[in-house]
């Protein structure tokens, strides 16, 4: 028998037990790497759900305009979880709490990390989605974790879309730039013309960060700081503001009365019917409404013009003499001065007929005379950024040219699908130009800045187009 000091110093059998404490540990540590590769497994999944649908949801913050989370946001982030395969996730909106399975909730505004760690909070321009599952693990349980919450967060807005665009899918000199001596955009141009001059440039020089061309250009002594994309895809939407819903007014019947004058103030206030000013030292105030025979401003001399904020529906009508006649025709006499804030011209033209329809719009300036020219949209609404829209199938040309030593503003989309536009516009401040046209043509410009900085609107560009971006 060995004496128990012998049995005190025999080390057989240690090895045994460290490793089987060594095997506890490892298997702890190959436990955790499981889990945690899992649980990063699942989050980078989640967060592919929410980046897209976060974009998802961003391409349609112009379409609800000042409607939370409205029908189409829902539809568009609803169709990114079915295109990435989790049809079963839960769809909540606006922070409310999820459950434990895997749930999407879309926050129009943002609102799930609040304005001390998120300066987008509340602000419309855009839109969060937030992917929350409750995870199970395969070893961490053993210590008390049976399930883990993983969140993935993306947060998106509207990409900035090019704010000059020819439709005409087939016609030659879908944009004419004929003397456009400084042409400035600073959002790019789109020519859906697949025809062998779709932009046409002779003697001048257009620039702006993208050119795209669906066919090919012609041009003499023209130039451009960015390069031209020919052979472009025709963009989706091929028509960025077709979403735009016809005005609510446009169906209401011709009013019975010219309007009134003020004698005391010498002032004439219209409200709708055959409307024309030609007065010298006159003051005269348009009230939204329905124009049947349009609006004409010829020759008023030295007069004060006021559009009152709101919607003015254009119709063709009469004269005495049976003469048709629509349309905006606004002509700046000598020391004019016609404003017009928060407002939006829709030529409804012929409505039996759209193209028979003899109304058009039209701003003109003979000569750069010391006037004034005031014109801005509407900053928030469905109408938000829109100044002037001819409906579809109108074909009536549009014109556009004032260059004024008085200066002034000149700010909002024209929007003109089925007729030819002429613009020239220069001298006057504007944070932001749209032209969607059927046909476009730059005469005369000299210096002219066509801008893009949409921060005064509500719900950002009026353009509807197929680009979003993720800022968080």
């Not at 929007?415 to 059927?438: C, M």
């Amino acid at each position: 028998m060995r004496p128990v000091r012998s049995l005190l110093k025999d080390d057989s059998g240690q090895v045994l037990v460290i490793t089987a404490l060594c095997m506890v540990v490892l298997l702890a540590f190959l436990g955790l790497a499981i889990d945690v590769g899992h649980l990063r497994l699942v989050h980078r999944q989640m967060q592919t759900l929410a980046d897209a649908a976060a974009m998802a949801g961003g391409l349609e913050i112009r379409v609800c305009s000042a409607t939370a989370s409205c029908p189409a946001m829902q539809a568009a982030v609803k169709n990114a979880m079915v295109e990435n395969k989790q049809t079963s996730a839960a769809f909540l909106m606006n922070c409310a709490t999820p459950g434990t399975g895997l749930t999407v909730t879309l926050n129009d505004p943002p609102c799930a990390l609040g304005s001390g760690k998120d300066p987008n909070t509340g602000n419309t321009k855009f839109v969060e989605a937030v992917v929350t599952q409750q995870v199970h693990t395969y070893f961490a349980w053993a210590v008390g974790y049976d399930n883990v919450k993983i969140s993935a967060r993306a947060e998106a807005k509207r990409g900035v879309d090019p704010c000059i665009w020819a439709l005409n899918p087939h016609i030659g000199s879908a944009i004419t730039a004929i003397a456009a001596l400084g042409l400035n955009s600073t959002c790019g141009i789109v020519v859906e013309s697949d025809s062998t001059s779709a932009l046409s440039c002779l003697i001048g020089v257009v620039n702006a960060p993208t050119i795209k061309v669906t066919g090919k250009v012609a041009s003499l002594l023209c130039g451009s700081s960015s390069p031209i994309t020919t052979g472009a895809i025709v963009p989706t939407p091929a028509d960025p503001m077709a979403y735009l819903p016809v005005p609510p007014t446009a169906s209401d019947p011709c009013p019975t009365t010219n309007g009134t004058v003020n004698l005391l103030t010498g002032t004439t206030t219209y409200y709708g019917a055959k409307n024309g000013v030609n007065a010298i030292l006159g003051s005269f105030v348009f009230n939204p409404g329905v124009y049947c025979g349009g609006i004409s401003i010829t020759a008023a001399l030295a007069s004060s013009i006021t559009f009152n904020p709101g919607v003015y529906i254009l119709r063709d009508g009469t004269t005495i003499l049976n003469i048709p006649q629509g349309g905006l025709n606004l002509t700046l006499p000598l020391l004019a001065n016609i404003t017009g804030n928060g407002v939006m011209f829709y030529n409804q033209g012929n409505v039996s007929n759209p193209a028979a329809s003899v109304g058009s719009l039209s701003i003109t300036a003979p000569v750069p005379l010391v006037n004034a020219l005031n014109l801005s949209a509407a900053t928030s609404g469905t109408y938000g950024g829109v100044l002037f829209w001819q409906a579809r199938g109108v074909a009536t040309s549009g014109t556009y040219l004032a260059n004024l030593l008085g200066g002034g503003k000149f700010e909002g989309a024209i929007y003109q699908p089925s007729a030819k536009v002429a613009y020239a516009v220069g001298l006057l401040t504007s944070s932001y130009n749209i032209l969607v046209a059927d046909q476009i043509n730059f005469t005369g410009q000299v210096l002219s800045t066509v801008g893009s900085n949409y921060a005064a609107l509500a719900n950002g560009s009026p353009l509807h187009g197929d680009t979003a971006v993720l800022v968080q």
